[in-house]
Structure formats: C-alpha cells, structure tokens
Nanobody, 121 residues
C-alpha cells in the first residue's frame, strides 16, 4: 500500500515558478514509477509527467515539455514537479500518482488527494 500527499500548490503570476512535492509512505515506494496528472476546471484529468523507479527515464506531455521537470528522491520518499514559465492554462488541481511506467504515460495504482495551482495572468 502506498499513500501519497501533495503539497506546494498556490497562486502564482504568469511567468513564475513553483515546485510541487509528493510525499509517499509505504515500504515499496522506490519500486513504483511516479507521475503527475492535472485536472483543470470543467476538463478531464490529463497526464503531465512520469518518472521511472530510478529517475533515469521520464516522459512529459507536449504542453509542458521544456517548462516542467519531474524528479524523485527515493531516500526521502518524495517526487517533485518543478514548474517554470507558468501560464494561466496550467491552472489546475495537480495529482501525484504511483504505478507502472508505460511509454508516454503512467498506469496508476495509487492517487494523492491533489494540490491546487492557480496561475494569474
């Protein structure tokens, strides 16, 4: 069993930066791939980024490539999402997930409860 708790979401101006964190509990944290998804108001949840167990393989949605970076620290049981050059369209609830890495995606087994990121224009 893995429990995930996100933090770091807040109101930020367009062009600004933010780092989200996802703290995990569970003895098998390091064996799971991790990912970030987001859900904007009135829209379906969408894939943002994913990383394999070692951190050596990453995937990104085209809309965030070059601006958002996923990383993980298995010693701290934490996965991060560094968000730069933020845009109003990045406004969403961001969810952390754990599961199995697929090419360009993550098959989710566990979800966090989400953290809200609001980007003002």
């Amino acid at each position: 069993q893995v429990q995930l708790v996100e933090s770091g979401g807040k109101l930020v101006q367009a062009g600004g930066s933010l780092r989200l964190s996802c703290a995990a509990s569970g003895r098998t944290f390091s064996t799971y791939a991790k990912g970030w998804f987001r859900q904007a108001p009135g829209k379906e949840r969408e894939f943002v980024a994913a990383i394999n167990w070692s951190g050596g393989v990453t995937y990104y949605a085209d809309s965030v490539k070059g601006r958002l970076t996923i990383s993980r620290d298995n010693a701290k049981n934490t996965v991060y999402l560094q968000m730069n050059s933020l845009r109003p369209e990045d406004t969403a609830v961001y969810y952390c997930a754990a599961g199995t890495l697929r090419v360009g995606d993550l098959k989710q087994d566990y979800w966090g409860t989400g953290t809200l990121v609001t980007v003002s224009s």
